[in-house]
């Protein structure tokens, strides 16, 4: 007799499955619903989001040249070569290979081929045919990336005028830091699809904007003037036993800066391992009391006012009191009866304090004022600093520096501040802005356009009348204060100065900072030129020391440029 095992319960266990049933569709189609309905855009955007990627495209940064064409900056690209050991098949055959291309022992390559490193560094900065040969390969478990970087073919020679660019593309100091949105340029943008191990799918961008290059810069930099300066200098700062110094060359009808070179500079290919006090430029950012050479500021100043004129006469006992304070010539002594012209050849302090406190503060420091002192150039290079000058009114000026500014004490400038002021009295008069970018070389889709800089006056210093005046009378220091400085055949203007170094409790007791800076050919100046070297220690004095080198810089540009001696040029012009 079997047993029966149907009953009521079994008939009440179909509709209970039957019921859970039902109820675990319903739920799954309720989610169905919500993930394909009610949240498919925002699930939508999800997936899009993960599986897609916005990538920049760099732009290419201008390059800049001189200007005569010779290119001075420029990008390049280098690789950058890494090796996963682990996925490397034949590493005797590879290590072969890669020792041949990149001229490294094989027993080195063979080494991090086999490492056991998840991941290696080969090599960095790898040439571009290099890269690409390597690249060509197409080996598992080599990696190579392009690094765009940039590149100075001429070194240190054109350091300080260009600047650097940091490893993000960005520009820092000179021209590269000053345009350095132009150079730039505009990153374009390419928005792709990625696999699963987010490697970009061969398939056609889902949006794309593409890169502008930035524009290009033809400087007013000569090259060959540049070696010529940064030549000179270098035998100077040997034979005068100076620690640093600075030459300046400028065309004054313009203002376009010709040369600009300091030492000690650094290799801008190799910025991360130079001293970070050299990287900024010092024809911008480093101030000196200019001493004697200012001067030249202040009988401009005197004349044009109409206190003083070439032959007013003034009885020099060697010392003179202004406002408290004794002032002294530089050789202790008195020269009795003495003009205008006498005060400036044989730059004595007390001549150069009479003129100031005859003009009184007002008139002397309105002149300043119009020279440019205490403001910035508004040079086209970056981190210019504006000098020191202190005015009547401010809470550190006192009376007495109404006589020690007019010989450049107690007043700080810059080098490009001094060429400026001085290249006005070459230039009729009239004081030019200082430029270094003379043409910018725009990429548009039509080809290369090209915008010049136009020069740009700043305002009158001094009357032209009052700026032949002064050029005659520097002819004259040359001749018989400051020899060293003449060259054969030319007439140059020019003034030298000596100056003391300020520390915090005074002046440095035997150091001082030789300069000389003058204009060639006087009477129609095709260039006006700084020498400055700090700390000399053959001779002190600006007469004996960066007045030869004014002299062989000058004389190798007059002859770089064609110009005649002057007996020639006027009559070749008659």
Same mark, same amino acid.
């Given at each position: ?69 010779? *290119?001075? !900056? +420029? @990008? /390049? ?15 005797? #055959? $590879? ?38 040969? *390597?690249? !060509? +390969? @197409? /080996? ?15 070194? #240190? $020679? ?417």
């Amino acid at each position: 007799m079997s047993a029966n095992h149907s009953g009521p319960g079994a008939g009440r266990r179909l509709p209970v499955l039957a019921f859970c049933l039902t109820f675990c569709f319903a739920v799954i189609i309720g989610q169905l619903v919500h993930y394909q309905v009610l949240d498919h855009s925002a699930l939508a955007a999800t997936a899009n989001r993960q599986r897609t990627w916005t990538k920049e495209v760099a732009s290419n940064r201008g390059y800049i040249a001189d200007a005569n064409g010779h *290119i001075l !900056a +420029l @990008q /390049v690209v280098e690789w950058q070569i890494d090796v996963s050991p682990s996925l490397v098949a034949k590493p005797d #055959e $590879l290590a072969n290979r890669l020792a041949e291309l990149l001229g490294l022992p094989r027993e080195d390559i063979y080494r991090q081929l086999t490492s056991k490193d998840p991941w290696v560094r080969l090599a960095s900065r790898v040439d571009y045919e290099t890269g690409e040969a *390597i690249n !060509a +390969l @197409q /080996v598992d478990g080599i990696t190579c990336i392009p690094i765009h970087r940039r590149s100075y073919p001429e070194k #240190e $020679l054109m350091a300080h005028a260009l600047g650097i660019v940091n490893n993000t593309g960005d520009g820092f100091y000179g021209v590269e830091g000053y345009y350095n949105q132009e150079l730039k340029g505009t990153v374009g943008l390419r928005r792709v699809e990625q696999n699963p191990l987010g490697e970009e799918l061969p398939l056609p961008p889902q949006e794309e904007s593409f890169a502008r290059p930035g524009a290009s810069l033809v400087l007013t930099l000569d090259r060959n003037i540049q070696y010529i300066v940064a030549e000179e200098l270098q035998r100077a700062l040997e034979e005068y036993g100076a620690k640093s110094g600075t030459v300046l060359v400028m065309e004054p009808r313009t203002g376009a800066i010709l040369a600009s070179y300091s030492y000690p500079n650094y290799d801008p290919n190799n910025f991360a391992q130079a001293d970070i006090d050299l990287l900024a430029d010092p024809v911008v950012s480093k101030m000196w009391e200019p001493g004697s050479i200012f001067k030249i500021v202040t009988w401009a100043a005197g004349i044009d006012s109409g206190t003083i004129s070439p032959g007013t006469t003034f009885y020099d006992e060697g010392a003179l009191e202004v406002g408290g304070r004794v002032i002294q010539n530089w050789d202790r002594q008195g020269h009795g009866l003495v003009s205008m012209v006498d005060g400036l050849v044989n730059s004595l302090n007390t001549v150069a304090a009479y003129t100031s406190t005859s003009m009184g503060k007002d008139t002397f420091y309105t002149y300043l004022r119009r020279f440019g002192f205490g403001a910035l150039t508004q040079v086209d290079l970056a981190s210019e600093g504006p000098g020191m000058m202190k005015l009547p009114g401010d809470s550190n000026w006192f009376p007495s520096d109404l006589g020690t500014n007019s010989f450049g004490q107690g007043i700080a400038v810059t080098p490009v501040q001094m060429l400026a002021a001085v290249a006005s009295v070459a230039n009729h008069g009239t004081l030019m802005q200082p430029y270094i970018v003379k043409e910018f070389i725009i990429q548009d889709e039509d080809g290369p356009r090209r915008i010049t800089v136009e020069p740009m006056a700043i305002r009158r210093a001094v009357s032209a009348e009052t700026a032949a005046t002064m050029t005659d009378m520097m002819v004259q220091v040359v001749e018989e204060g400051a020899p060293k400085a003449a060259v054969p055949g030319y007439r140059v203007a020019g003034k030298s100065g000596t100056a003391q170094i300020p520390e915090p409790y005074g002046y440095n007791p035997t150091d001082t900072i030789a300069a000389f800076v003058g204009f060639a050919p006087a009477d129609d100046p095709r260039f006006v030129l700084l020498v400055k070297l700090d700390r000399p220690s053959v001779s002190p004095w600006g007469t004996q020391t960066a007045a030869p080198v004014f002299q062989a810089i000058a004389q190798r540009l007059l002859i770089y440029m064609q110009v005649p001696p002057d007996d020639l040029r006027v009559a070749l012009d008659q």
